[in-house]
């Protein structure tokens, strides 16, 4: 049927829905690309695309916890991110100051203004993803060094000559300082990297100390374990041979051979650990004082609060002795009553149900349906 046909109020009303159909397609399409543009600009203000990002890069000794896109933080904002990781070139002096993985990260306007010629990156975080991962953390300092970044006199802003990191402690180290234009594709200005001061780091500086508490001799190891057991287990025919027979026993030592060989690579990590722990005790000392006044303090207060609590439950209980009795000797009357008033009648009911039940037994109209079917066994023999 064509739109002619139709009446003139029908013509207005489907003009009417076509309109509301236009609307909501456009309201639908308007809605759809506000969102995909507030999408692209938060992306592109997390991702630094529409700030001026300046090019630094470090060296780490190992590259295993850090990858592209890893965050480097300053006084616990985000500054930043790694866009390059690579090996340096193995080079006599690379091996000498451990520099095996080149780091290369962009630091966002205007944070550069915070980075001197004394500051330095460390390795921050946990390598484990759910825990928050690990993170570059550039390190602001007293800031007494010369700033990295200044403005050009066409107010372009300038990077510091990198040759500046390695020749600071000179004397002639002014014929260093020379600012230039960079591009996001530089290397940037090199920063040292120093080992992480984290509570990990200051834990692991124990591990030596407990090794020396178990080794040593007089140490717990030989009061666990004195030295004449020992030489009683070990002699030929003893009871280490009846325990540990000679061929499990050297099973068990080319094992421990080589587990020994794979935690001798744990040396160095436990070296580490003499050198950070006195900083930590250190920090230890200074703060435990403090927090045990706090709680000398406001320790008493909550006793008092504590006290005055528990003193209400007293007369509560009290009540509960003096009304819990009479409450059970009503409850066991009262159920001694329903029962005596209850079971009679419940007999009575029964009864008459059996008297009621054998008189339809009785009548000639029900006595069919109450019937028992009899099966009757065919013998041979017998009539039907």
Excluded: C
Aim: charged share 15%; aromatic share 10%; net charge positive.
């Amino acid at each position: 049927m064509a739109l002619q046909d139709l009446t003139p109020q029908l013509r207005t009303r489907l003009r009417r829905v076509e309109w509301l159909v236009v609307l909501f397609l456009s309201g639908t399409v308007l809605l759809a690309l506000t969102g995909f543009a507030w999408f692209i600009k938060s992306t592109g203000e997390a991702r630094g695309w529409w700030v001026t990002q300046v090019p630094y890069y470090t060296y780490l000794s190992d590259g295993g916890t850090v990858k592209v896109g890893t965050p480097v933080k300053m006084m616990g904002f985000t500054i930043g991110e790694v866009v390059e990781l690579n090996t340096t070139d193995d080079t006599e002096w690379n091996r000498a100051q451990n520099y095996n993985v080149f780091v290369r990260f962009l630091v966002r306007h205007p944070y550069q203004g915070y980075i001197f010629t004394d500051s330095y990156v460390k390795l921050g975080g946990l390598p484990i993803d759910f825990a928050g991962g690990s993170f570059l953390e550039v390190v602001r300092t007293s800031g007494k060094g010369f700033p990295t970044t200044t403005n050009l006199a066409q107010g372009q802003l300038a990077l510091l000559w990198d040759k500046y990191s390695y020749n600071k402690d000179k004397t002639n180290v002014t014929d260093f300082i020379r600012y230039s234009a960079f591009t996001k594709k530089d290397n940037g200005y090199f920063l040292a990297t120093t080992p992480s001061s984290d509570i990990i780091g200051e834990l692991t500086a124990l591990l030596p100390k407990i090794r020396e508490v178990f080794s040593h001799p007089g140490a717990i190891g030989n009061l666990l374990i004195p030295t004449n057991l020992a030489a009683r287990l070990d002699r030929p025919g003893g009871l280490g041979d009846l325990l540990i027979p000679t061929q499990l026993n050297s099973s068990l030592t080319a094992t421990l051979t080589n587990l020994n060989y794979q935690l001798s690579g744990v040396g160095s990590l436990v070296s580490h650990l003499d050198k950070t722990v006195p900083p930590m005790v250190a920090h230890l000392d200074t703060t435990l004082p403090t927090l045990i006044t706090q709680l000398n303090g406001t320790l008493p207060q909550l006793l008092t609060n504590l006290n005055t609590q528990i003193s209400g439950v007293g007369p509560l209980v009290s009540n509960l002795n003096n009304t819990l009795p009479a409450a059970l000797t009503e409850v066991d009357r009262t159920l001694g009553t329903v029962r005596s008033n209850t079971l009679p009648a419940t007999e009575g009911v029964l009864n008459h149900t059996a008297d009621f039940m054998s008189g339809l037994k009785r009548h000639w109209l029900f006595r069919s349906a109450f019937k028992t079917n009899i099966v009757r066994s065919k013998v041979k023999g017998s009539s039907p």
